[in-house]
């Protein structure tokens, strides 16, 4: 496989994954009523996911390539299942918590994979797209928030 069509799995890869994340933090959102911080901060990564996959779009559609139907319909069904398992845990916030987190890990190594192929392709605006800086700061800056939180 050349090198730019891999780029372009990666790519689609990214989307499916990005699509997967909206609809466990939907899920997850819908669920848990009882805690404002929490239900605020899904609120919001369900926004920037929803910017995530439009920026990704751009890099597909820039690249003459598109999102793979199939592989997107594949993620949606596995999110679904992720959010029926934690359907009757009484610690549904703190279980919430660590399937976002463990998802974000992926997310963080899924960019930099995507980063490295698309340097290595000239293409420097998909390898923008990449936000796995991002996604550590986040994940460190809720981090230092609960501990904070639950110090007081
Ligand atoms: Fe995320």
Known sequence: MAASERLNQWLRDAHAMET??????????????????FSARLEQHIEITKTQRERLD????????????????????????QNFSGF????EVVKGALAIYTFEQMAIASYLILEAAAKADVDEETALAAPWKFIIEALDTVVRDNAAHKST
Do not use: M, N, W, Y
């Not at 994340?21 to 899920?27: F, K, M, R, T």
């Not at 009757?88 to 610690?91: A, I, K, N, T, W």
């Open 88 to 91: 009757f845990v009484e610690d």
């Open 20 to 37: 997967q994340a909206e609809q466990l933090l939907d899920g997850q959102r819908r669920r848990i009523d009882g805690d404002p911080v």
């Open 58 to 81: 751009r890099c597909l559609e820039r690249r003459r390539t598109s999102a793979s139907t199939l592989k997107d319909t594949a993620a949606r069904v596995t999110a679904t299942a």
